[in-house]
C-alpha cells in the first residue's frame, strides 16, 4: 500500500492551492478516503472525507466552505482544492485510509 501526496507549497493568505495523493497497492474504489492534518506542535485534524462514489463528503467546520474533496477513481486518485487559505491553515497534509498514510506535503500560507 503506497500513497504519494503532492501539491503542497507556500502561497499567501487567500491563494488557492490543489492537493493531489495518488494512491497504488489497494484498491482504490472499494475505500473511502481521508485528508487529516497536522500544524506545527500541534495533533492531527480530520479535514475531510470523501466516500467511494466520491458523492458522499464531509468537512470540518474549519475548512467547510473553502475545501473541496473529490476523487478519480480511474486514476486512483484523490483531491483536496482548498481556497480562501489562512495562515491557520498551514501544516503537513496526509491522505489516508484506514491504517495506511501518505507522507504528507507541506502547505504554508504567508504573507
Known amino acids: 500500500v503506497q500513497m504519494v501526496e503532492s501539491g503542497g507549497g507556500l502561497v499567501q493568505p487567500g491563494g488557492s492551492l490543489r492537493l493531489s495523493c495518488v494512491a497504488s497497492?489497494?484498491?482504490?474504489?472499494?475505500?473511502?478516503m481521508k485528508w487529516v492534518r497536522q500544524a506545527p506542535g500541534k495533533g492531527f485534524e480530520w479535514v475531510s472525507l470523501?466516500?467511494?462514489?466520491?458523492?458522499?463528503?464531509d468537512y470540518s467546520d474549519s475548512v467547510k466552505g473553502r475545501f473541496t474533496i473529490s476523487r478519480d477513481n480511474a486514476k486512483n486518485t484523490l483531491y483536496l482544492q482548498m481556497n480562501s487559505l489562512k495562515p491557520e491553515d498551514t501544516a503537513l497534509y496526509y491522505c489516508?485510509?484506514?491504517?495506511?498514510w501518505g507522507r504528507g506535503t507541506q502547505v504554508t500560507v504567508s504573507a
Open positions: 489516508t485510509t484506514g491504517g495506511a
Open positions: 470523501i466516500n467511494t462514489a466520491g458523492d458522499i463528503t
Open positions: 497497492g489497494f484498491i482504490f474504489s472499494n475505500y473511502g
